[in-house]
């Protein structure tokens, strides 16, 4: 069974800091991996998308990483704002003969910045 | 760019009534579509996806359907709703490789 797992459950950091959330999936056979934000009551909004065949991606004060290897990626918030409080979800695409991109999520980070 | 239009954006039901949520989308055509719930304490779990009219698959046994009347449109649907069909649905859709999610529709069954 395929699974994603984030930690941590949920994180509150001061204005200013850099932060890192943690995704880690069972199969190394992905696709590419997203990574959403969540605030409540609302819908995901994309932040970063990586393909399989990258390593990084930057939009911003964010960037991700993908080590398929060792199954992890990481999503790196730089000089954290009280407007970057939300829930952040990661998915993972997995490779397959199939012609739809079905999603499998982690729980999310629940991430307070206070200021 | 694509828009994902969902509604309602609220629902409460009665268990035991019938249910139908509607997505549609913008800027695309031809698109996949995918309907997810959202459960309390649960992770986000893709319930239908269709790649074209008329063509739905569906990811896990449940108490819900879906159709695909048009390229552009995407309806769930319940003939009798349970309790714990109570979440957030989130409709989405992919350009490329990138997923994209509607507003949702929280629903509450009492």
């Known amino acids: 069974k395929q699974e994603v797992t984030q930690i941590p459950a949920a994180l509150s950091v001061p204005e200013g800091e850099n932060l890192v959330l943690n995704c880690s999936f069972t199969?190394?056979?992905?696709?590419?991996l997203q990574w959403f934000r969540q605030d409540p009551g609302k819908g995901l909004t994309s932040l970063l998308l990586i393909q399989s065949s990258q390593r990084e991606q930057t939009s911003g004060r964010l960037n991700a990483s993908l080590d398929k290897s060792s199954g992890r990626s990481t999503l790196y918030i730089a000089a954290s704002q009280p407007g970057d409080s939300a829930t952040y979800l990661c998915?993972?695409?997995?490779?397959?003969?199939?012609?739809?991109?079905?999603?499998?999520f982690g729980q999310g980070t629940i991430l307070t910045v206070h200021p | 760019s694509q828009t994902i239009h969902q509604w309602p954006a609220t629902l409460v039901q009665p268990v035991g009534s019938p249910l139908s949520l509607e997505c549609t989308v913008e800027g695309t055509s031809n698109p996949n579509l995918y309907w997810y719930r959202q459960a309390a304490g649960r992770g986000l779990q893709l319930l239908f996806y269709?790649?074209?009219?008329?063509?739905i698959s569906s990811e896990v046994p449940q108490n819900l359907s879906a159709s695909r009347p048009q390229d552009r449109q995407f309806i769930l649907s319940s003939k009798k709703l349970l309790l714990s069909d109570s979440g957030f649905y989130l409709c989405a859709t992919d350009t490329g490789n990138e997923q994209y999610f509607g507003p949702g529709t929280r629903l509450t069954v009492t």
């Open positions: 269709s790649v074209g009219i008329g063509q």
């Open positions: 199969d190394s056979a992905i696709y590419n």
């Open positions: 998915a993972v695409r997995y490779a397959g003969g199939t012609s739809y991109g079905k999603l499998t």
